[in-house]
């Protein structure tokens, strides 16, 4: 980055990378600190990753309990909102909180300067005095390097591509994971094709009357147990274990709920398994969960081994200037969450005002 490009740059106290659920969250808290800042968005359109999210998708907690802060989502006729339902709310929430949302904007960089951190984009340059990143998870799925994936001709999609199962009609597929997303695709498939679902262990159906709101709430005890310096309660039933939506407790009536152990590798037209049994398999949809989009920060040297950002309350152990909120549990209980977050985004505007006004006493 040139001297004059630096010169050049929009000075802000914070910067917010992303622009969904936890970017708006970390938003509302900075604007009732009456701190400056901007969110960086690389959407054409709010919402975040739920805009890209399957057609019939829908949350597994009733509205009010899948909340951002200062607003409740408002409640539908449905018991679990849709996908759709939740790109309006936080349509809305931007509208009525005024946040200033600057989209589509392609963060290419964050850089270490001496009186901030540079944020470079596609649309111009910012110096921020604080930056939090928010950019969540969707942009980066993950799908294991299974043997013979590259031999397979058939059709390959993750979970963060899947719309609905109208392409895959009358054929032959394999859902491989067993967490929310490939119960739920699995239900909706079997209406249509034949399908086969793939996963490491017997997956964790929780009981009936469980849902997002009682996961929330486990969520909360361990987190109230760390602050206390209590042993982790580590109640039986975590977020990645099956909620018994609608869709899949018709598939468990069905008789479809049931999932097969790991096959052993792939061939051209299918999947053979340990004892030599072959499935001719027309595609593969890989609900293999997501690792942390990061790619901005690598400038600054933060991201470790293991593809994370080592943290302490959500703030980045090697370059105090930076939080990371909403990745997952390594920044929070229950942080990927719409109603989870909020601690974790109250805790990053908390520190960031008293890490501002630290920096106002110095040059004072």
């Known amino acids: 980055m040139s001297n004059s490009n630096v010169s050049a740059a929009s000075q802000i106290d914070v910067a917010v990378i992303g622009g969904g659920q936890s970017a708006l969250a970390v938003a509302y808290f900075l604007r009732r600190a009456g701190v400056g800042y901007v969110v960086l968005d690389n959407q054409r359109a709010a919402g975040g990753a739920w805009r890209h999210a399957w057609d019939s998708l829908h949350l597994f907690s009733p509205a009010k309990w899948s909340s951002l802060p200062g607003w409740l989502m408002p409640v539908t006729s449905e018991q679990y909102p849709s996908r759709e339902h939740v790109v ?4 809305e929430y931007e509208r ?3 946040i200033p949302v600057h989209r589509p904007v392609q963060v ?3 850089s270490h300067r001496r009186d901030g951190l540079l944020v470079s984009t596609d649309q111009g340059v910012w110096l921020a005095k604080a930056v ?4 969540g998870t969707w942009s980066g799925p993950y799908i294991p ?3 013979g994936r590259r031999d397979f001709d058939g059709e390959q999609v993750h979970s963060a591509h899947y719309k609905n199962p109208d392409a895959f009609r009358g054929k032959r597929v394999l859902v491989v994971g067993g967490g929310n997303s490939g119960a739920q695709i699995l239900a909706e498939l079997s209406q249509v094709c034949n399908v086969t679902w793939v996963t490491l262990e017997e997956p964790t159906f929780l009981p009936d009357d469980v849902d997002g709101r009682v996961l929330f709430e486990r969520a909360t005890q361990r987190w109230k147990a760390h602050l206390e310096g209590r042993p982790d309660p580590a109640p039986t039933g975590g977020l990645g274990d099956v909620v018994m939506v609608p869709p899949v ?13 790991p096959f052993a590798h792939f061939v051209n037209d299918g999947v053979v398994w340990a004892d030599g049994t072959r499935l001719h398999v027309d595609a593969v949809i890989w609900c293999t969960g997501f690792r942390p989009a990061l790619k901005h920060l690598r400038a600054l040297n933060v991201v470790n081994a293991t593809g994370r950002v080592d943290v302490l309350d959500g703030r980045s152990v090697v370059e105090r200037r930076l939080w990371l909120v909403g990745y997952g549990e390594w920044c929070g209980f229950a942080s990927a969450t719409l109603i989870g977050v909020m601690r974790s985004a109250r805790s990053t505007a908390s520190q960031i005002k008293d890490y501002l006004s630290s920096l106002a006493e110095q040059t004072a």
């Open 108 to 110: 290419k960089a964050v």
């Open 88 to 91: 309006r709310y936080l349509t």
């Open 132 to 135: 939090v990143s928010a950019t």
């Open 145 to 147: 390097d299974y043997p």
């Open 249 to 261: 407790r018709e598939a468990r009536e069905r008789g479809v709920l049931k999932s097969v152990r």
């Open 96 to 98: 009525r909180y005024e």
